[in-house]
């Protein structure tokens, strides 16, 4: 695996990675496999699951969409998405199926800064709904 100090990471490399995701309950160790690779961090857009990813010396790769578009509500629904993060975090549900239900509870992205060691989900008015630490 390649470490931050070689050539930039590449999208196949973090498909890779998150192969091995197979519910909420993985995602602490997918960030420290994608900090290996020397991701800094990454925007993932719940339309259709396209990721912007960013690295050192201002790198940044793409990711294709992963599924036909989602409407993203406009109003957002705070209580309603803390409560499927929480049961997709226990491993209650598969990726696609916690896309969809943020898509429903008016989730447009969320953010992942490597060095804050943060995920932070927005509306489509670009308002934080919520901020977590991700566990180390």
């Not at 990721?51 to 599924?67: H, I, M, P, V």
């Not at 578009?69 to 409560?83: M, R, T, Y």
Request: glycine share 6%; net charge negative.
């Amino acid at each position: 695996m390649k470490t931050n100090n070689e050539t930039p990471f590449t999208v196949e490399q973090i498909k890779a990675a998150h192969s091995k995701v197979k519910s909420g309950a993985d995602f602490p160790a997918y960030i420290q496999e994608l900090i290996k690779l020397g991701v800094t961090g990454y925007q993932t857009f719940v339309t259709d699951s396209h990721t912007l990813y960013k690295g050192a010396n201002g790198y940044e790769t793409a990711s294709a969409a992963r599924y036909e578009p989602l409407i993203i509500a406009d109003a957002s629904n705070k209580s309603v998405f803390v409560d499927q993060l929480k049961n997709h975090q226990r491993g209650g549900s598969d990726y696609y199926t916690f896309c969809r239900q943020c898509a429903e509870a008016g989730i447009e992205k969320w953010v992942v800064d490597m060095a804050a060691m943060t995920c932070v989900y927005y509306d489509k008015a670009g308002n934080e709904i919520l901020s977590e630490a991700i566990p180390q």
